[in-house]
């Protein structure tokens, strides 16, 4: 369980800096938590979650020892 809480701060930040990435792309900008910061957090969330949930990562995170 100590470890789970890492591994949720570590997504946590890769969501976040992923979405000033496509914040910029889309945007030319990536002020941190704007409403565009926002919505590009949320699209970058949906997308882990759809990975995730359709085994996608499967075999990339099943020998990862955390």
Do not use: F
Request: charged fraction near 25%.
């Amino acid at each position: 369980m100590e470890m789970m809480s890492r591994c949720k701060s570590v997504i946590d930040t890769l969501v976040h800096e992923l979405a000033h990435h496509r914040q910029y792309r889309s945007y030319g900008e990536a002020d941190d938590l704007t409403p565009v910061h926002m919505e590009a957090m949320q699209w970058v969330a949906a997308e882990v979650v759809e990975a995730i949930a359709s085994g996608a990562l499967d075999e990339l995170l099943k020998e990862v020892v955390w």
